[in-house]
C-alpha cells in the first residue's frame, strides 16, 4: 500500500505560505474523530489558523495534523486525520489547495501504529514450564 500525497502537500503548502509570509489555514471536516473546539465548527467544517503565531507545536504527520491553540484565551489540542482535511490556504491571498475527505477509520492501523505493535518477547521456559530467570553480567 502506498502512502497518500495528502501530507506531503500540507507540509510542502505550509513551508510555501511561511517562506512567503503568509498566514496558513486550513479546512477539515469535523466527526466524532477530530479533536477540535466545538463552538467553532460550522456545517461539520472548520477553519484553522496553523501559522507559527496561532499554533504551538504544530506537527503534520502521515496520519493526523496536531498543534495547541487558544480560542477565546483557553487552550486547546487540536488532533485532526490529515483524511479530514479539505484544504489549506494562505489567509491573505487565498492561494491554496484543495482535497477530498479520506474519512478516518480507527480500525486501520497507521504506519507508526504497526512500528510500534511488535511482537512481544518469549522468555525462555524451564522443562517444567516457568520462564527462566533473565540474568545480567556485568562486562568489563
Known amino acids: 500500500m502506498t502512502t497518500s500525497t495528502k501530507p506531503y502537500l500540507l507540509r510542502a503548502l505550509y513551508e ?3 517562506d512567503n509570509a503568509q498566514t496558513p489555514h486550513i479546512v477539515a471536516w469535523v466527526n466524532e474523530h477530530t479533536r477540535v473546539p466545538m463552538q467553532y465548527v460550522r456545517d461539520n467544517e472548520i477553519v484553522l489558523n496553523i501559522g507559527p503565531t496561532a499554533s504551538h507545536n ?20 487540536i488532533w485532526i ?7 489549506i ?3 491573505e491571498t487565498g492561494e491554496g489547495m484543495g482535497f477530498e475527505i479520506d474519512i478516518y477509520d480507527p480500525s486501520v492501523k497507521s504506519d507508526w501504529e504497526k ?3 511488535r511482537p512481544s ?3 525462555a521456559e524451564t522443562d517444567d514450564g516457568k520462564p527462566k530467570k533473565k540474568i545480567l553480567k556485568l562486562v568489563k
Not at 69 to 76: K, L, N, T
Not at 81 to 87: I, Q, R
Open 58 to 77: 504544530l506537527v503534520i504527520d502521515n496520519d493526523w495534523v496536531s498543534f495547541s491553540a487558544r480560542f477565546g484565551g483557553v487552550a486547546h489540542e
Open 115 to 117: 512500528e510500534v505493535e
Open 121 to 123: 518477547e518469549k522468555t
Open 89 to 91: 490556504f494562505a489567509r
Open 81 to 87: 486525520p490529515v483524511g479530514h482535511v479539505t484544504g
Open 16 to 18: 510555501w505560505c511561511i
